[in-house]
């Protein structure tokens, strides 16, 4: 079972930039789906950006044009590069990697958005 550890949260302004990043201690395989969620207090887990198996990505209305999902396979690490960021991207940022044969979760990492 691969795990996940994820890294690069914390307190920034608002529009300020962060990049998370989710670094797998097995392969990520081409068919894995990767993905990046959130939950913010008192909130359910949102789906925040979504690599597909043949690349493509996905992203929640809330975050389109300002954050970026990427990997990089040499690595085994997927990113989430976040710009313009607002108070209500406040939240704790998991990252999943999921196939038939998996579903791994990270411990998350907190990323608060403060003046």
């Known amino acids: 079972q691969v795990q996940l550890e994820e890294s690069g949260g914390g307190l920034v302004q608002p529009g300020g930039s962060l990049r998370l990043s989710c670094a797998a201690s097995?392969?990520?395989?081409?068919?894995?789906?990767m993905t990046w969620y959130r939950q913010a207090p008192g909130k359910q887990r949102e789906l925040v950006a979504r690599?597909?198996?043949?690349?493509?990505?996905v992203y929640a209305d809330s975050v389109k044009g300002r954050f970026t999902i990427s990997r990089d396979n040499a690595k085994n690490t997927v990113y989430l590069q976040m710009y313009s960021l607002k108070p209500e991207d406040t939240a704790v940022y998991y990252c999943?990697?999921?196939?038939?044969?998996?579903?791994?979760w990270g411990q998350g990492t907190q990323v608060t958005v403060s003046s």
């Open positions: 999943n990697v999921y196939s038939i044969y998996r579903d791994a």
């Open positions: 097995g392969i990520i395989f081409s068919s894995d789906l």
């Open positions: 690599l597909t198996s043949g690349g493509s990505a």
